[in-house]
């Protein structure tokens, strides 16, 4: 179904994790774009960014904005899939099947942070590689080149990218020609939560559509612009128009 011109997957967390292990029993890789706001902000000015996200093999609600607009349009979605869950739940199907992940992303030391976490909790997960790159480092092909030699060297059967849209999506993009059997999750911050270094809002802020406000309390510095003035009027827009839509709708069944 189609939400602020992405194409999302009405699926569950629980049925995401399905269709990765599926596939990767069967030998076949996949790549997850998890789309919230401010990544359906960006690929509505970008054709380029918009097939990036919607030639994923799967792509899933991340903000409550998109949840709220498909429930107006009519064709709703089962519940909020976000990356900073998927990465536990993909550990835990990853423990139990022995597929070594991959951890790529966050500021130094969040990455190892991170995987200790993730261990602590599942025991019997093999975490292949760690790895916080310098920012720039995609922005020369030399220092991509250096990350993705070592991701295809450690042979992760998941990786999680935490760089934010669109690098972390470009660079899996290429990951993937060269690990065609691995699964990928482009994950912005969810490394950082999982390592504990960036909190979480609570599980009811999450629920009711309110964890943007708790994160741009913690980081007002990095997120208020980005929040108030990018994303809000973009959000506003799409669930006024969604509104509209499903008024309309109402009107036409009534006559």
């Keep these: 179904m189609a939400v602020a011109g992405v194409m999302v ?6 049925q995401v994790v399905e269709r990765v292990a599926a596939a990767l029993e069967a030998g076949r890789g996949g790549r997850i774009v998890t789309p919230n706001v401010d990544i ?18 799967l792509v899933v609600a991340d903000g409550m904005p998109l949840v709220w607009a498909a429930r107006l349009l009519g064709t709703p979605l089962p519940e909020r899939v976000t ?9 835990k199907l990853a423990a139990r099947r022995g597929w070594p992940i991959y951890l790529l992303g966050g500021p130094p030391g969040v990455a190892v942070a991170a995987a200790r976490e993730l261990t602590g909790c599942y025991p ?3 975490v292949c590689g ?13 220092g991509r080149e250096r990350v993705l030699r070592r991701v295809v060297a450690a042979r992760p059967g998941l990786v999680f990218v935490g760089l934010g849209f669109p690098r972390q999506d470009l660079l899996v993009a290429r990951l ?9 999750v482009g ?8 390592s504990g270094a960036v909190p979480r809002a609570p599980g009811w802020m999450r629920r009711s559509g309110l964890e943007w406000s708790f994160r741009l309390l913690s980081e007002p510095g990095r997120l208020a612009r980005r929040y108030l003035v990018d994303d809000l009027p973009f959000a506003l827009r799409l669930l006024g128009g969604c509104l509209v839509e499903w008024l309309r709708g109402a ?4 006559l």
Excluded: K
């Design 83 to 91: 990356g900073a869950d998927l990465i536990w739940s993909l550990s």
């Design 124 to 126: 019997r997960l093999q």
């Design 40 to 57: 359906c902000r960006s690929a509505a000015r970008d054709p380029a960014l918009r097939e990036l996200v919607n030639t994923a093999d």
């Design 130 to 142: 760690v790895e916080s790159p310098p920012y720039s480092f995609d922005q020369t092909g030399p």
């Design 251 to 254: 009107r036409r069944r009534r």
């Design 9 to 14: 997957d009405p699926l569950t967390e629980s």
């Design 176 to 184: 993937r020609e060269r690990l065609p059997g691995a699964w990928f």
């Design 187 to 194: 994950c912005g911050s969810a490394i950082a939560f999982a």
